[in-house]
């Protein structure tokens, strides 16, 4: 069975300060991998994705994450966290076939502290 | 870009009533999907669709169905309003292997 764990409901962070907000998952061959971002009262925003190629993957905003096919791992970073980044961060998997529904964590909630 | 467009952002209903959920996107997608989101939950599946007129049950597809009638909109019908449906609804529509999401339905039922 194909699942996605976000260790952290809560990450607090400094403005300024690197920030990481982590993702494990399980799933049967080569998955690919996601990260979406919420605002208060919206939908679900891209902001990057794995498929295949370069294990460090740039996205949105200047998040970037990086795929650990050993530890099984996509966590989502940032350099310097910005107040604008507060949010509610989702980590999804699906496996290569479309149409194949996606996975989700269950979010990890952002706060940086100006 | 992709526009995924969900009709209402704020709906109340009464228990019992029937709600129609409108989700509508613009590219011509054959795969659609309804998500239900709740704290600590995250993302819950419940229906998609492949194409018109087609659909498959998700993880928790009871006290829903669904309509397909033309390729650019899937509706959510919840038959029956209860309270335990109050919840936020998510439309998303397939691109690129990821999904487009619309902007919510947050959903109360009194």
Same mark, same amino acid.
């Given at each position: 069975?194909?699942?996605?764990? @976000?260790?952290?409901? $809560?990450?607090?962070? /400094? ?12 799933? +049967?061959?080569?998955?690919?991998? &996601?990260?979406?971002? @919420?605002?208060?009262n919206?939908?679900? @925003?891209?902001?990057? *994705?794995? !498929? ?5 993957? *740039? ?7 990086? &795929?650990?096919?050993? $530890? =099984? ?6 350099? +310097? /966290?910005?107040?604008?980044?507060? /949010? ?12 194949? @529904?996606?996975? &989700?964590? =269950?979010?990890? +909630? ?5 | 870009?992709?526009?995924?467009? $969900?009709?209402s952002r704020y709906l109340v209903k009464r228990t019992?009533e029937?709600v129609?959920l ?16 709740d ?6 599946? !419940? ?7 087609? *659909?498959? *049950? ?20 919840l038959?029956?309003a209860s309270t335990n449906q109050t919840s936020m609804y ?15 339905t947050r959903l109360t039922v009194v």
């Amino acid at each position: 069975a194909q699942s996605v764990a @976000q260790p952290e409901d $809560q990450v607090n962070v /400094a403005e300024g300060n690197p920030l990481t907000v982590k993702c494990t998952y399980s799933v +049967s061959g080569n998955p690919y991998l &996601f990260w979406y971002v @919420q605002y208060p009262n919206r939908g679900l @925003q891209f902001l990057l *994705k794995y !498929i295949t190629g370069d294990n460090l993957v *740039k996205g949105s905003y200047g998040f970037e994450a990086e &795929f650990n096919k050993s $530890q =099984t791992s996509f966590h989502l970073k940032k350099p +310097s /966290a910005l107040v604008s980044d507060s /949010a509610l961060y989702f980590c999804a998997v699906r496996d290569k076939n479309p149409g194949n @529904q996606f996975y &989700f964590g =269950t979010g990890t +909630s952002l706060t940086v502290i100006p | 870009d992709v526009k995924v467009t $969900q009709s209402s952002r704020y709906l109340v209903k009464r228990t019992g009533e029937k709600v129609f959920l409108e989700c509508v996107q613009d590219m011509d997608h054959e795969n659609m999907f309804w998500y239900r989101q709740d704290p600590g939950l995250g993302l819950r599946l !419940i229906y998609f669709s492949y194409d018109v007129k087609m *659909k498959e *049950k998700g993880d928790i597809p009871e006290g829903y169905s669904v309509s397909r009638e033309k390729k650019e909109r899937f509706s959510l019908i919840l038959e029956s309003a209860s309270t335990n449906q109050t919840s936020m609804y998510l439309c998303a529509s397939e691109v690129n292997y990821g999904y487009t999401f619309g902007s919510g339905t947050r959903l109360t039922v009194v």
